[in-house]
């Protein structure tokens, strides 16, 4: 929301097909991860187990780094070349006047 | 979806000169190779050493070689060793099942895809890991029995047109009316397999056999209670790994063993040869061929240097041991087993170090193998990974003894 000199301006940003897609990959690869450093254990694999475990970290980190870069720039009310946007810049039940 | 059934094994290019093999296995061949090499009397020499050595690993403790670990290997084999081809357990005839005729029925029909399902499935009730069907090929069966000592003569393997099999002092009688072929593939255990080269490790090839035995007569004995004749064979009669190949229970891979989709090379194979009509297998395609040809991991891993480098399978055999007229990765059996006296073990390092050697419970294994057969340009990719996630490397023996696992739990 960006406080204008006469009204606010909601932002409303959709999710793009790429982060969607990014982010079933990510829960895809984490998924296959921890089952692969749990079902190593079980098999007597510890050395593949504690490089699954590495990854689901590296891959954790990875999600919390993107989530927070996110973040930011939406702050400062920067928006991304990839996010469509819809504005409401009339006055409507949803802005308020200043 | 990715183990493709087809028409003709991979590596199935035969030529004129495949005829029955003699039945002379390595086994037979090293003391006569060992004395043509080394001169009289050094297989004597080597034999006399290796029993020294046995001696002193067992006083220092060895791992894997103290008393305990080479007794568990020791009473795996019981079963195995308490029979011999044509009698015990792999009797070729009846040994105490109830004939139909006995319970007042005639013998059991079904169609034969239901028959298959049948037999199968008693297969693996007695400890089958993989069962295929294969008609019948007499270019697989040896043509003789190897002499169990120097003063006993060859027992020939012969086809005749006769009701039911027979043993004798010279012969084994095969009835030609039994041409289906019942191949049956024991996963060893892979934890304890995992602990070679030592007497530990060999246990899990001990207890395969012993299995094979067990399943193969029990098969056998199922099959004669439905009115049929059976034979049951473990290595003994007819070479399993080209009768594997027509079942499409696997491929034949780099070091000129069968490997399975499911357990990689890491299996015991026996046989039933019956006269019980049933649906045949096709042989699959799961794309081994060509991840063989890259990876050359068992070739890597094998210390005597016995496995082939070769990029492409050949029809060069390397020795006596060969049964020459077909295609494959052929091994020098004289420096494996060479091996296998100074280590006073049955190796197995080829088995475990194979990449389709894992177990079956990250689902990762199963998608690197379905990935490795449709996209074979991957297969460098997993030969990496493979080594960097330490797959393959010997596990310490001395664990084995503590570890809560299914083969060694803890009181």
């Known amino acids: 929301m960006t406080r204008g000199a006469d009204v606010f301006t909601v932002t409303i940003r959709k999710r793009t097909g790429w982060f969607w897609g990014l982010a079933g990959l990510w829960l895809l690869l984490e998924v296959l991860f921890v089952q692969t450093a749990v079902a190593s254990v079980g098999e007597g694999e510890h050395r593949a187990a504690t490089i699954s475990w590495i990854v689901v970290g590296l891959l954790a980190a990875f999600a919390c780094f993107a989530w927070l870069r996110r973040g930011g720039p939406r702050k400062r009310g920067h928006s991304s070349g990839q996010q469509q946007e819809a504005s409401i810049s009339e006055p409507t039940s949803i802005s308020s006047v200043d | ?411």
Request: charged share 25%; with cysteine.
């Open chain 2, 1 to 411: 979806m990715w183990i493709r059934t087809v028409d003709r094994p991979t590596l199935s290019e035969k030529t004129a000169d495949y005829n029955r093999f003699s039945g002379n296995d390595m086994f037979a061949l090293y003391r006569p190779l060992k004395t043509q090499r080394d001169g009289a009397g050094s297989f004597e020499a080597e034999q006399a050493s290796m029993a020294k050595r046995v001696m002193a690993w067992i006083a220092e403790k060895k791992p894997g070689y103290s008393l305990p670990d080479i007794q568990l290997s020791e009473g795996a084999w019981t079963v195995m060793h308490s029979t011999k081809p044509g009698s015990g357990l792999l009797s070729w005839t009846r040994i105490s099942v109830r004939t139909p005729g006995e319970l007042g029925t005639p013998r059991h029909t079904a169609p034969p895809a239901e028959m298959a399902n049948t037999v199968k499935a008693a297969a693996r009730l007695y400890g089958a890991g993989l069962v295929g069907i294969t008609p019948m090929n007499e270019a697989y069966v040896n043509l003789q029995a190897p002499r169990e000592n120097e003063k006993e003569k060859d027992k020939e393997i012969v086809f005749e047109d006769v009701d039911a099999p027979s043993v004798s002092d010279t012969r084994f009688v095969i009835p030609k009316k039994m041409k289906w072929v019942v191949v049956i593939a024991i996963p060893m255990d892979l934890d304890l397999l995992s602990r070679v080269p030592t007497a530990l490790g060999d246990a899990a090839s001990a207890l395969g056999y012993s299995h094979s035995a067990f399943v193969v007569s029990s098969l056998a004995e199922f099959i004669r209670g439905l009115g049929y004749e059976a034979i049951p064979c473990v290595n003994d009669t007819a070479q399993s790994v080209p009768f594997a190949l027509d079942a499409g229970i696997g491929e034949l891979g780099r070091l000129n063993k069968l490997v399975t989709p499911e357990f990689g090379p890491s299996v015991r194979l026996c046989k039933v040869f019956t006269d019980l009509p049933m649906a045949c297998d096709k042989p699959i395609d799961f794309g081994l061929v060509e991840f063989c040809k890259r990876c050359k991991k068992c070739a890597d891993a094998c210390p005597s240097r016995a496995l082939s480098f070769d990029d492409e399978p050949s029809f060069k055999t390397r020795g006596p041991w060969n049964n020459p007229g077909h295609k494959a990765w052929f091994e020098d059996s004289y420096k494996c087993l060479e091996y296998w006296q100074k280590s006073n073990s049955a190796c197995g390092i080829c088995l475990v170090s194979c990449p389709y050697t894992k177990g079956n419970e990250a689902w990762v294994h199963e998608g690197v193998k379905a990935t490795a057969s449709i996209a074979p340009v991957a297969d460098p990719v997993f030969r990496i990974m493979d080594n960097a996630f330490g797959y393959g490397k010997q596990r310490d023996p001395e664990q084995w003894w503590t570890k809560d696992s299914p083969s060694g739990r803890k009181g």
